[in-house]
């Protein structure tokens, strides 16, 4: 179903609605209205009747009780509803009709009757004979005490009338209002619903890759900010997939140079490889040694390069926990940089209680060789403590150096994201992954990893491995970086 179909549709059903409502409602406001008329009309009539009543008591020289008789009252009753158009009936304390204008027996015996003796006036309507009745009943009050009561019987035929017209009238009034608001709302949704064609071909035309169609819309509404809107979209769109053009064109051509530079070191390695199987004197296999390391610093190098392009890009590595002496990592990985610590001439003070955790071990070994790395390049310390302490839940590992330190304000972003830190500074040695990624390590570990450094008095790194696995989502997790 179409948009202008639907907005169609809506907009005659709403409207059927609002008619409708307002039938129901000027219905029952005319109805009350000539009810509450009625009443007010009885109402005066009742207040003239016992006036003309209390005369006729003074003039006929009659009690009071001898009004709501028998004898006097259908006389007093017929008087009472001459030149009217409704009945007058007087009725006694027992409830009884003493005395009616007409002799219809209908409607004698109502509960109307009972609620006016209590003292209150009466509105009852009721069916009677093919039509309705306004029953109006009031008390009769004479020097202070009830002696009887006047009931009026208003044949409301002719309201019924009335309302019957009126709601044919109103019925013929909102179907012409139904039709002529449809008509008008079918020609505005078609004028309305058109730029959003013209619309809808151009972003074929977009889906194709054909940018160059514009939308011209004169219109100063929503539509004609979205035509704008999808102007401007295309010819982004269209400068967006320029500049991916290019830049593909500029990557394509590094990747290219680069696989050519990569291929050549890897040709002189292997050949220089199988060139020292064959060779018997020490100098010969020296010089092809140098060439191999030679052409390997430059494989390396280019790989360094290569890694500086693909900073933003992702690598999935996978965390595998399991329960494992830390202490036995720790010195592991303490033998693995025993040379390169040496040559950095920093001492190294170690201190290890037997303490079991949950871990991945591979990833542990990489959170503390970059620890221990970074303080061995950037710390400028003279002296490293490692201690190992086993706790209840946990084990924490302390690494403390005593070098530089570092700055508040560098401690608030080395755990952030390569992509966060826009003042980043990539150097051969460091390309600043390192530090998140011991964080995400840590984390998807169940443990932590916290600094406490200050300018000139050193860095402690505190590791905390947790002993339960209560605090890690899953045994095996994937990280993306």
């Given at each position: 179903m179409g948009l202008r179909n639907k907005m169609f549709i809506q907009h005659a059903v709403t409207i059927v609605m609002l008619l409708t409502a307002m039938y129901y409602i000027v219905n029952y406001t005319l109805d009350k209205s000539m009810i509450e008329r009625d009443t007010q009309t009885l109402s005066q009539y009742s207040a003239l009747h016992r006036i003309e009543a209390l005369k006729i008591v003074s003039d006929k020289k009659i009690n009071i009780e001898e009004l709501f008789s028998g004898t006097y009252a259908p006389f007093i009753a017929s008087h009472l509803a001459s030149n009217s158009n409704f009945q007058v009936q007087l009725f006694a304390l027992d409830e009884t009709i003493v005395g009616s204008s007409s002799d219809k027996e209908n409607l004698l015996k109502r509960n109307d009757i009972k609620i006016a003796l209590s003292g209150n006036t009466t509105t009852v309507?009721?069916?009677?004979?093919?039509?309705q009745y306004l029953i109006y009943s009031v008390p009769f009050w004479?020097?202070?005490?009830?002696?009887?009561?006047?009931?009026?019987?208003l044949d409301l035929q002719e309201n019924i009338d009335t309302l019957h017209q009126m709601r044919r009238w109103f019925i013929g009034a909102a179907i012409g209002c139904l039709i002529f608001s449809l008509l008008a709302s079918y020609s505005f949704s078609s004028f309305l619903v058109k730029p959003l064609h013209v619309l809808q071909q151009?972003?074929?035309?977009?889906?194709?890759?054909?940018?160059?169609?514009?939308?011209?819309v004169s219109s100063r509404d929503e539509v004609g900010d979205l035509a704008k809107d999808f102007n401007h979209m295309s010819d982004a769109l269209q400068h967006h997939i320029e500049m991916l053009h290019y830049e593909q064109g500029k990557q394509k051509a590094f990747y290219d140079n680069i696989t050519h530079e990569l291929k050549t070191p890897l040709t002189s390695i292997i050949g220089f490889s199988d060139l020292m199987a064959r060779m018997n004197r020490t100098e010969d296999i020296q010089e092809c040694n140098s060439y191999i390391r030679k052409e390997s610093t430059r494989l390396l190098t280019m790989v360094e390069e290569l890694l500086h392009t693909s900073l933003k890009g992702d690598e999935a590595w996978r965390i595998i926990l399991e329960q494992a002496d830390l202490g036995s990592i720790i010195t592991d990985s303490l033998r693995i940089l025993q040379p390169t610590l040496k040559k950095s001439t920093i001492s190294t003070m170690v201190k290890i209680s037997p303490c079991t955790v949950y871990l991945d071990p591979e990833r542990t070994q990489q959170v503390l060789f970059n620890v221990i790395d970074?303080?061995?390049?950037?710390?400028e310390c003279t002296q490293l403590h490692i201690e190992l302490t086993d706790h209840e839940?946990?084990?924490?590992?302390?690494?403390?150096?005593?070098?530089?330190?570092?700055?508040?304000?560098?401690?608030?972003?080395?755990?952030l994201p390569s992509a966060e830190k826009q003042d980043r500074v990539i150097t051969n040695e460091?390309?600043?992954?390192?530090?998140p990624i011991c964080k995400q390590f840590m984390e998807l570990q169940g443990g932590s990893i916290v600094i406490n450094s200050s300018e000139g008095q050193g860095t402690e790194v505190q590791l905390r491995f947790p002993k339960n696995l209560k605090n890690v989502s899953a045994v095996t997790k994937v990280i993306q970086i």
């Open positions: 309507i009721t069916a009677g004979e093919g039509t004479y020097e202070g005490k009830m002696v009887g009561g006047f009931r009026y019987l151009a972003l074929k035309s977009v889906s194709i890759g054909d940018f160059s169609r514009k939308i011209e970074n303080a061995i390049k950037h710390s839940h946990y084990g924490l590992v302390c690494i403390v150096d005593n070098g530089k330190g570092i700055s508040q304000q560098d401690q608030q972003i080395v755990f460091s390309h600043g992954l390192g530090l």
